[in-house]
Each structure stands twice: as C-alpha cells, then as structure tokens.
C-alpha cells in the first residue's frame, strides 16, 4: 500500500511529493504539574497534561528532474510558517483531521537525495473528525432531548439554541449527565 497525506485537501502525491516516512508518535510528551513549596519535603502534584505532539514527514520527489525544483517549491509554499495551521488527513486514516503548524527546517537530504524533511507540531495534540451538526425543532414543552457521544474521551459540544418564533422562551434548561460504564 502506497501511502499519502493530503495537506489542506490537497493530496501531495498528486504534485510529486509521495509520503516516504511518518513520525507520528502514539502519545505527545507529558507536562508534569509540579510545585515545591520550600521548607517542605517532597511536591505538590497538580496531575499531568500533554504538551504539544510533534510530527516529522519526510517526503520522496518522485516527478522528473526538470519538475524537481516545482515540487520543492510547492513544498515550501504548502508548509510555509507564514500560512498558519494547516489540516493534515493521512490515507490510511480517513476521516481523521490533524491540524499542525511549520515547526522546523524544510530541508532536503545529501546532494543527489529525493528526500525532503518537513517538522510540524500539533499545538492540539489530538486528531478531529468530521464535523456531526444535528438540527431538530423542538415544537412543545417540556421536550427532552439525548445526545451521545460516541468518543472514549468526554469532549465539549456545541450546542445552539435559537428561537424562530415571535414568543419570548422563558425558563430554559440543559441537564448534563454523564452514565459511567
């Protein structure tokens, strides 16, 4: 299986550039959240956090010598740090979105190499999916209404709630509740 990453929705194998390696580590590095509190013994523990996750690229220029420079040049453009994030989707990961920012040195190997290095970093260590929007009407009260998650890590959504008609909603409530398996 040859493998791809799309870059904005761009694939990059379609410009000459074929994913040749993927860094991309299980878990990011973890923050520990430490105080000490001199003329005690030991630290106060604040638990843990990841920090951002890293993510190293290196791609083969697979086009012609004389469409070589374009396919750098498109690198460059694509990953330049001036773009801001860009959203990453692998094509043995479909539906999985990463967004990264340029965190390194586009650099190309030893005179003669096809391979170029690309460093992103993931301020946001964790992929997104597609975007689920649900929109119902509610047309008498009360009316309840479940949503659920379908993730292993509880997340924060979005709800919004609009008023189409012309009387004032009074005394509207949300209930969060979660059921622990």
Same mark, same amino acid.
């Given at each position: 299986m040859n493998y791809d990453v799309a870059v904005n929705g761009v694939w990059l194998s379609t410009q000459g550039a074929a994913l040749y390696e993927r860094k991309l580590p299980v878990l990011p590095e973890m923050d520990d959240n430490t105080v000490k509190i001199a003329g005690t013994d030991g630290v106060i523990d604040f638990g843990g956090? !990841?920090? /951002? #996750?890293?993510? $190293?690229?290196?791609?083969?220029?697979?086009?012609?010598?004389?469409?070589?420079?374009?396919?750098?040049? !498109?690198? /460059? #453009?694509?990953? $330049?740090?001036?773009?801001?994030?860009?959203?990453l989707e692998f094509s043995d990961m479909?539906?999985?979105? !990463?967004? /990264?920012?340029?965190?390194?040195?586009?650099?190309?190997?030893?005179?003669?190499?096809?391979?170029i290095d690309v460093s992103l970093r993931m301020n946001d260590p964790w992929p997104t999916g597609d975007e689920v929007v649900t929109e119902f009407m509610i047309t008498a009260s009360p009316t309840a209404v479940q949503i659920e998650s379908e993730a292993d890590v509880r997340a924060q959504p979005v709800i919004t709630v609009t008023n189409t008609g012309w009387n004032t909603v009074n005394g509207f409530t949300v209930t969060n509740e979660y059921e622990y398996q």
């Open positions: 956090s !990841y920090s /951002a #996750r890293l993510l $190293n690229l290196t791609f083969e220029i697979t086009v012609s010598g004389a469409d070589f420079h374009r396919t750098v040049a !498109y690198l /460059a #453009r694509t990953f $330049n740090a001036k773009r801001g994030e860009i959203t479909p539906g999985k979105y !990463y967004r /990264a920012i340029y965190a390194g040195t586009l650099a190309l190997g030893e005179t003669g190499s096809r391979l």
